[in-house]
């Protein structure tokens, strides 16, 4: 008889638990965001012989995490998943290819459970972007070109024994679909007491393109009959992606609106689970960040106006159906990081953008609900 193998690799998990005890402390101390009702003119209403019915229009308030994105879940979720699989332990630095808010959300976990954060973005980034990464504690490391941040985020990984946390590849991995208070089940649970339950859309952009497919996988595990809308910017290449099939698509020109459209088809992006696709012009969007600024009172960025454009666009189809329901989208970040941008009209001016036919648009739509964009 052969001897009996044993291999038995039996290791201290103290550091692991307290890391994940401590990021669940945190969500335990942080309130749900806000599913805002927005107010819609008086076309939204209308009479169905006795009763009087219409459409709902919500916006999730995603801004209102501690670091002040949708990121905030995502960055959650992806420190949970590695920390589980083994793949960050203590001291080990966590890496990440991005200078956006995913990198400050990331820099405020990785504080939370004491590792270094490094994020990988080009030399031109602004300067308040790389002041709010390492107002949480991260550092950021800079490249010459965009396109060098994955090869230079993998070498970092290697020469430091870190960790690519690599949110394009892993966000549609990391997140629970099922539930967990993930944003689907969070809308539908907020949703419960209003006249329409259940959304007849849910509008969302893609960026990793993991909050569309969470909320893809969640419809249909949970049977619902809501559709869900991918809203994208111009040289994204998701929607002619969705169009055509091919994967490997990719564009030369970078996205104008933060967070949404990717020059290439993420990973992390799950067209199957997506109903239909809408392509934004990005004059559109800013024009209606600016306009959903000013009706809510308070500063919404850019990819919250590509949501409420398409989310507009599909009110004033149900109108014009006479179809009652509800549509929800969200509220992805808060506008004063784009005051230099969106906001300014100098570097509209200097970018090109006119933002008059899109305005044209959304006030004949406040005005009549019927659509022309
Ligand atoms: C990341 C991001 C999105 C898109 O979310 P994904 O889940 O990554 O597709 C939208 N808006 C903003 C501001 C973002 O940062």
Known sequence: MQPTRDIDRRADRSWADN?????????????????????????????????????????????????????????????????????????????????????????????????????????????????????????????????????????????RGGHFIDQFTMAERATDWRG???????????????????????????????????????????????????????????????????????????????GIGRPRVEPSFVSQVIDRMIGVPDEASIATARCVTNRLGRRVGGSTGTNMWGAFSLVAEMVAQRRTGSVVTLLCDPGDRYSTTYFDDSWLAAQGFDLGPATAVLDEFLATGRWSG
């Open 19 to 159: 890391a994940v005890r401590l990021i669940e402390a945190d969500a335990r101390r942080s309130a749900d965001t806000h599913l805002l009702r927005v107010e819609l003119p008086e076309w939204s209403r209308w009479r169905d012989g006795d009763a009087e019915v219409g459409i709902d229009l919500y916006l999730k308030d995603e801004s209102t995490h501690p670091t002040g994105s949708l990121k905030h879940r995502l960055a959650r979720s992806l420190f949970l998943y590695a920390i589980c699989n083994g793949w960050i332990t203590e001291g080990t630095p966590v890496i990440e290819a991005s200078s956006g808010s995913t990198a400050v959300s990331e820099a405020y976990f990785a504080k939370l459970i004491g590792v270094p954060f490094i994020a990988v973005m080009t030399a031109g980034t602004s300067p308040a972007k790389t002041a709010l990464i390492e107002r949480e504690g991260g550092q950021c490391h800079f490249v010459q070109r965009a396109g060098e941040v994955y090869a230079e985020a993998l070498r970092l990984e290697a020469e």
């Open 180 to 258: 967990n208070n993930n944003i689907a089940e969070s809308i539908f649970a907020q949703m419960a007491d209003e006249d329409h339950p259940i959304p007849t859309w849910i509008v969302v952009g893609a960026g990793t393109g993991g909050t569309s497919a969470t909320l893809g996988r969640y419809l249909r595990y949970r049977r619902h009959p809501t559709w869900l809308c991918v809203v994208d910017p111009e040289n994204s290449v998701f929607l002619p992606a969705f169009e055509s099939g091919d994967g490997a698509l990719t564009s030369d020109a970078g996205s104008r609106i933060e």
